[in-house]
C-alpha cells in the first residue's frame, strides 16, 4: 500500500512476519469498490472451485506420496470442513512462521462459511491448509516435500515440451521484432505457448492463429517500455512452473539477448501454491530441460543458465507471493523493487485478480485507473481462467458476451495489458473485430 493511502484503523503494513491488513479492507482510489468475489452464488465458477476442485484435489494429492496416518488425519480433516463448510483455523503444529499473520487474516472468517469468505482469501487458506496438513512446514520427513512436485514433473517430461522446444528452431533466425512477436505470446498463452512458438519467419498469416483470442492487446506499449538499451532492469512475476514456465524463461533470454533488459528479476513462490504455480526448484527443473534440449533450445538454456550464474537473473522469493491480499497491499520492500524497475511484468491468472483486485469490476473499467497504485510501469499477460477481467472495450465486451461462450474461465480467451502506474495508461488496441 502506498504511504499516502488511507489504512483502516489498526492497521499494520504486511512484513512477512506479522499480521498485515484484513483481506478485502483495503479500496482503489476513486469510486467506491466494485463487491468482492465471494463463492456463494450456486453455479458460479468460485462455487465450482471451492465445491468441486478442493476436494478432488486433496484427493490426487493423498494419492500422490505413500504419506502416513498423521497426514492422512489432517487431510480427512481438512475435507470434512470443505464438505461441512466451517472455515477452521491453523493448528499450531503447522503454523509456527506465519500464525500471527493468518490469525488477522482469518479472523472475520475462521467458523464462518468458505463460501462467504472472498475467493481469493478461501483459495489462498485452502491451499495454506493443504500444506499444513501434509506436513510441508512441520519437522517430520515430509518437511519442505512439495506435494505438487510429481503433477509438474510429469508435464515437464511430456512429449509436448519436447515438441515446442524443437519449434524454437524456427525462430532462432527471425528478424528480432517479430521473433520477440512470437516469444511474447508463447509467454501470454503459457499452456498452448506451441501457438506462439509457430510463428515462424514465414510471415504474418501463421500469427493469425494467436490472434482471435486476445481480447485486448496492449504489446506495442509494451515494448516501447522496453527499448533497445542495456540499463533497463525488468521483473517478471512468474505464475506457473513446468510447461507454462519454459516460454516465460525464452522470453527472458530474448530480452536479455536483444538489450531490452540488462538484468531480469524472477519472482516466484517461496512455497508450493495452486498446484503449479512455480518456485526456484521448478526454475532450475526448467532450465535443465532447456540446456538438455538439442538446437536452439539448448543454446537458449546455456545462455540462461550462465546469465543466472552471473547475476543478470535472479531469482527471488517473497512471502507476500503466498498471502491473501492485493497488490496494492505490497510490503514496502516488495514495492521498491518493482519501482526500480523499467517495467514489471505479472503473468497469469491469480497475478491478475491480485494486481486489478478481486472484485466483480465492470469489464471496460480502466486497467489503469486500477493499477494506478504501482510503483512503476506494469504489464499483465494472462489467460483468463476466472471471472475478474477489466480494461475491455465495450464493442469487443458486447461481442464477447453474445457469443454465448463462457470466454471468461475456458482459457481460450487472453490479455496483455500495460499501464504506467502513477503516470496515464496507454490504451488497448481493439479487439472487437477478432472476436467475430
Same mark, same amino acid.
Request: hydrophobic letters at 40%; a negative charge; aromatic letters at 8%.
Given at each position: 500500500?502506498?504511504?499516502?493511502?488511507?489504512r483502516?484503523?489498526?492497521?499494520?503494513p504486511?512484513?512477512?512476519?506479522?499480521?498485515?491488513?484484513?483481506?478485502g479492507?483495503?479500496?482503489?482510489?476513486?469510486?467506491?469498490?466494485? #463487491?468482492?468475489?465471494?463463492?456463494?452464488?450456486?453455479?458460479?465458477?468460485?462455487?465450482?472451485?471451492?465445491?468441486?476442485?478442493?476436494?478432488?484435489?486433496?484427493r490426487?494429492?493423498?494419492?500422490?506420496?505413500?504419506?502416513?496416518?498423521r497426514?492422512?488425519?489432517?487431510?480427512?480433516?481438512?475435507?470434512?470442513?470443505?464438505?461441512?463448510?466451517?472455515?477452521? #483455523?491453523?493448528?499450531?503444529?503447522?503454523?509456527?512462521?506465519?500464525?500471527?499473520s493468518?490469525?488477522a487474516?482469518?479472523?472475520?472468517?475462521?467458523?464462518?462459511?468458505?463460501?462467504?469468505?472472498p475467493?481469493l482469501?478461501?483459495?489462498?487458506?485452502?491451499?495454506?491448509?493443504?500444506l499444513?496438513?501434509?506436513?510441508?512446514f512441520?519437522?517430520g520427513?515430509w518437511?519442505?516435500?512439495?506435494?505438487?512436485?510429481?503433477?509438474?514433473?510429469a508435464?515437464?517430461r511430456?512429449e509436448?515440451?519436447?515438441?515446442?522446444?524443437?519449434?524454437?528452431?524456427?525462430?532462432?533466425d527471425?528478424?528480432a521484432?517479430?521473433r520477440?512477436?512470437?516469444?511474447?505470446?508463447?509467454?501470454?498463452?503459457?499452456?498452448?505457448?506451441?501457438?506462439?512458438?509457430?510463428?515462424?519467419?514465414?510471415?504474418?498469416?501463421?500469427?493469425?492463429?494467436v490472434? #482471435?483470442?486476445?481480447?485486448?492487446?496492449?504489446?506495442?506499449?509494451?515494448?516501447?517500455l522496453?527499448?533497445?538499451?542495456?540499463?533497463?532492469?525488468?521483473?517478471?512475476v512468474a505464475?506457473?512452473?513446468?510447461?507454462?514456465?519454459?516460454?516465460?524463461?525464452?522470453?527472458?533470454?530474448?530480452?536479455?539477448?536483444?538489450?531490452?533488459?540488462?538484468?531480469?528479476?524472477?519472482?516466484?513462490?517461496p512455497a508450493?501454491?495452486?498446484?503449479?504455480?512455480?518456485?526456484?526448484?521448478?526454475?532450475?527443473?526448467?532450465?535443465r530441460?532447456?540446456?538438455?534440449?538439442?538446437?536452439?533450445?539448448g543454446?537458449?538454456g546455456?545462455?540462461?543458465?550462465?546469465?543466472?550464474?552471473?547475476?543478470?537473473?535472479?531469482?527471488?522469493?517473497h512471502?507476500?507471493?503466498?498471502?491473501?491480499?492485493p497488490?496494492?497491499?505490497? #510490503?514496502?520492500?516488495l514495492?521498491?523493487?518493482?519501482a526500480?524497475?523499467?517495467?514489471?511484468?505479472?503473468k497469469g491468472?491469480?497475478?491478475?485478480?491480485?494486481?486489478?483486485?478481486?472484485?466483480?469490476?465492470?469489464?471496460?473499467?480502466?486497467?489503469?485507473?486500477?493499477?494506478?497504485?504501482?510503483?512503476?510501469a506494469?504489464?499483465?499477460?494472462?489467460?483468463?481462467?476466472?471471472?475478474?477481467v477489466?480494461?475491455?472495450e465495450?464493442?469487443?465486451?458486447?461481442?464477447?458476451?453474445?457469443?454465448?461462450?463462457?470466454?471468461?474461465?475456458?482459457?481460450?480467451h487472453?490479455?496483455?495489458?500495460?499501464?504506467h502506474g502513477?503516470?496515464?495508461?496507454?490504451?488497448?488496441?481493439?479487439?472487437?473485430?477478432?472476436m467475430?
Open positions: 500500500m502506498d504511504e499516502n493511502t488511507p483502516a484503523s489498526g492497521e499494520a504486511f512484513d512477512g512476519t506479522g499480521p498485515g491488513p484484513i483481506p479492507s483495503g479500496s482503489i482510489g476513486g469510486p467506491d469498490p466494485a #463487491p468482492v468475489v465471494r463463492s456463494n452464488v450456486p453455479g458460479s465458477f468460485p462455487r465450482g472451485v471451492l465445491a468441486d476442485r478442493h476436494p478432488a484435489l486433496i490426487q494429492v493423498r494419492d500422490a506420496f505413500p504419506y502416513g496416518r497426514q492422512h488425519e489432517a487431510l480427512d480433516i481438512l475435507l470434512r470442513e470443505i464438505t461441512d463448510d466451517v472455515v477452521g #483455523p491453523l493448528t499450531p503444529a503447522d503454523s509456527d512462521h506465519d500464525q500471527e493468518w490469525a487474516w482469518g479472523r472475520e472468517y475462521f467458523g464462518g462459511s468458505w463460501y462467504d469468505a475467493f482469501w478461501a483459495e489462498n487458506y485452502f491451499y495454506r491448509r493443504l499444513g496438513a501434509v506436513g510441508y512441520g519437522t520427513p518437511r519442505g516435500v512439495d506435494p505438487f512436485a510429481p503433477f509438474k514433473r508435464e515437464l511430456g509436448a515440451v519436447g515438441e515446442e522446444l524443437r519449434a524454437l528452431d524456427a525462430l532462432a527471425a528478424p521484432g517479430q520477440g512477436t512470437a516469444l511474447l505470446h508463447a509467454s501470454l498463452w503459457g499452456n498452448r505457448a506451441d501457438l506462439g512458438f509457430r510463428i515462424s519467419a514465414a510471415g504474418p498469416v501463421a500469427g493469425e492463429a490472434a #482471435p483470442g486476445l481480447v485486448a492487446d496492449d504489446s506495442a506499449a509494451l515494448w516501447r522496453l527499448p533497445v538499451t542495456t540499463s533497463a532492469t525488468v521483473a517478471v505464475d506457473n512452473a513446468g510447461r507454462e514456465l519454459i516460454p516465460d524463461l525464452v522470453l527472458i533470454d530474448h530480452l536479455l539477448t536483444h538489450g531490452h533488459a540488462e538484468r531480469v528479476l524472477l519472482h516466484v513462490k508450493p501454491y495452486f498446484v503449479s504455480d512455480a518456485m526456484t526448484a521448478d526454475v532450475v527443473d526448467c532450465l530441460r532447456l540446456v538438455e534440449a538439442p538446437g536452439e533450445a543454446r537458449i546455456r545462455r540462461l543458465w550462465t546469465a543466472m550464474a552471473g547475476g543478470a537473473v535472479e531469482v527471488r522469493t512471502p507476500f507471493f503466498c498471502a491473501p491480499l497488490y496494492q497491499e505490497m #510490503p514496502d520492500d514495492r521498491q523493487e518493482f526500480g524497475a523499467a517495467l514489471t511484468l505479472v491468472d491469480l497475478n491478475y485478480r491480485r494486481l486489478v483486485g478481486d472484485r466483480r469490476w465492470n469489464a471496460t473499467e480502466p486497467f489503469a485507473r486500477l493499477t494506478a497504485y504501482f510503483p512503476g506494469v504489464a499483465a499477460l494472462r489467460t483468463l481462467k476466472s471471472d475478474v477489466v480494461g475491455l465495450q464493442e469487443t465486451l458486447d461481442t464477447l458476451e453474445a457469443s454465448g461462450a463462457a470466454w471468461r474461465t475456458s482459457g481460450t487472453a490479455l496483455i495489458q500495460c499501464a502513477h503516470g496515464p495508461a496507454s490504451s488497448g488496441t481493439s479487439a472487437a473485430a477478432r467475430r
